[in-house]
């Protein structure tokens, strides 16, 4: 049995299957480890990280801050650690430091945190759902996202490469690096969705909707382009890839190096922006328009679906007990 200990607001995409669970006796609304769900037995502790991982334009490890503090928490227990955004090359640290004492990084799914995505009924998605296969395309691409918003991502801390300057204080790591000595924060600064729109206003071609819009509005508008594209923030995945597969539209990827527990590559686009042939492989992916969508749906349903994240989690769990 285990005590489970998350926010719920954080899981609510799979809550409901695991408080119906007989493996997880007690499910407290409550965050001891930020952005962390934590589930803890005698014999195995497992943690879901819900954080975004790394943009990849920013080509540096993603920091340990949250790992540290899951080993702290698990004592040398094994423990399990599902990692919703996790990339075989930007997540290598965590999943070494994890190996190395006792514990297995395990490729996991994201999933949206909008309350607005929770909040369309069924038949709303069903009436979005019919206007993309019916709706006059409009535009060639849709960038729904706010350009004026700025994405930072923080330095290393002076006292480890392996951490941020925010992850000392955040996870209680004093015990183990010391107090942060650094004096003034640092930041990345994160340009790729303007680069990604740069890119796309240069083609003539092309009949482009960009900008923010309220959630009702963005959803209708996107049924009239012909593909929605996914702008990176902190990390790859967006919310906007969940939002446009539960209704079998077009949503394109910039290439990139992560992935989930139910592999997308195959059923997700991805678009090379820093190729010369970046056009071509973005008017192929429209030529091939109809096949996506119906492989987006299908992911959707079938691997991205409550029912599908749960199972995998489960079926995880108990290959580990």
């Given at each position: 049995m285990f005590r489970s200990m998350y926010s719920f607001?954080?899981?609510?995409y799979i809550h409901d299957k695991i408080k119906d669970e007989k493996l997880f006796s007690s499910v407290q609304d409550t965050e001891i480890i930020p952005k962390t769900a934590c589930f803890f037995s005698d014999k195995l502790d497992v943690y879901i990280d819900t954080s975004d991982g790394v943009n990849d334009d920013l080509e540096i490890q993603e920091y340990c801050g949250r790992m540290l503090a899951c080993i702290r928490m698990s004592q040398g227990k094994k423990f399990v650690y599902f990692k919703c955004a996790s990339s075989p090359k930007w997540s290598r640290n965590i999943s070494e430091l994890a190996k190395n004492n006792n514990g297995e990084v395990i490729p996991f799914f994201k999933w949206s945190f909008n309350k607005d995505f929770y909040d369309t009924k069924g038949s709303e998605r069903k009436e979005l759902t019919e206007k993309v296969k019916k709706s006059k395309i409009k535009y060639d691409a849709g960038l729904f996202a706010d350009f004026s918003k700025v994405y930072k991502y923080p330095h290393p801390s002076s006292n480890s490469e392996y951490v941020s300057c925010e992850d000392i204080s955040k996870f209680k790591l004093e015990h183990i690096l010391g107090k942060e000595t650094s004096t003034k924060l640092g930041f990345y600064s994160i340009d790729s969705r303007s680069n990604i729109l740069s890119k796309l206003q240069s083609d003539e071609k092309l009949n482009i909707f960009y900008g923010s819009l309220n959630y009702k509005d963005y959803m209708q508008t996107s049924t009239e382009c012909a593909s929605v594209v996914n702008p990176p923030g902190i990390g790859e995945?967006?919310?906007?890839?969940?939002?446009?597969?539960?209704?079998?539209?077009?949503?394109?990827?910039?290439?990139?190096?992560?992935?989930?527990?139910n592999s997308w590559k195959d059923y997700f686009p991805e678009v090379d922006f820093n190729s010369a042939e970046?056009?071509?492989?973005?008017?192929?992916?429209?030529?091939?328009?109809i096949l996506w969508q119906e492989k987006i749906k299908y992911y959707y349903d079938e691997l991205w679906s409550p029912k599908a994240v749960y199972d995998f989690f489960f079926e995880k769990i108990k290959n580990n007990l």
């Amino acid at each position: 049995m285990f005590r489970s200990m998350y926010s719920f607001d954080r899981i609510r995409y799979i809550h409901d299957k695991i408080k119906d669970e007989k493996l997880f006796s007690s499910v407290q609304d409550t965050e001891i480890i930020p952005k962390t769900a934590c589930f803890f037995s005698d014999k195995l502790d497992v943690y879901i990280d819900t954080s975004d991982g790394v943009n990849d334009d920013l080509e540096i490890q993603e920091y340990c801050g949250r790992m540290l503090a899951c080993i702290r928490m698990s004592q040398g227990k094994k423990f399990v650690y599902f990692k919703c955004a996790s990339s075989p090359k930007w997540s290598r640290n965590i999943s070494e430091l994890a190996k190395n004492n006792n514990g297995e990084v395990i490729p996991f799914f994201k999933w949206s945190f909008n309350k607005d995505f929770y909040d369309t009924k069924g038949s709303e998605r069903k009436e979005l759902t019919e206007k993309v296969k019916k709706s006059k395309i409009k535009y060639d691409a849709g960038l729904f996202a706010d350009f004026s918003k700025v994405y930072k991502y923080p330095h290393p801390s002076s006292n480890s490469e392996y951490v941020s300057c925010e992850d000392i204080s955040k996870f209680k790591l004093e015990h183990i690096l010391g107090k942060e000595t650094s004096t003034k924060l640092g930041f990345y600064s994160i340009d790729s969705r303007s680069n990604i729109l740069s890119k796309l206003q240069s083609d003539e071609k092309l009949n482009i909707f960009y900008g923010s819009l309220n959630y009702k509005d963005y959803m209708q508008t996107s049924t009239e382009c012909a593909s929605v594209v996914n702008p990176p923030g902190i990390g790859e995945y967006t919310s906007r890839m969940m939002d446009q597969a539960s209704i079998g539209n077009l949503i394109i990827l910039r290439k990139n190096s992560y992935d989930q527990g139910n592999s997308w590559k195959d059923y997700f686009p991805e678009v090379d922006f820093n190729s010369a042939e970046w056009r071509q492989e973005y008017q192929s992916v429209l030529d091939d328009r109809i096949l996506w969508q119906e492989k987006i749906k299908y992911y959707y349903d079938e691997l991205w679906s409550p029912k599908a994240v749960y199972d995998f989690f489960f079926e995880k769990i108990k290959n580990n007990l």
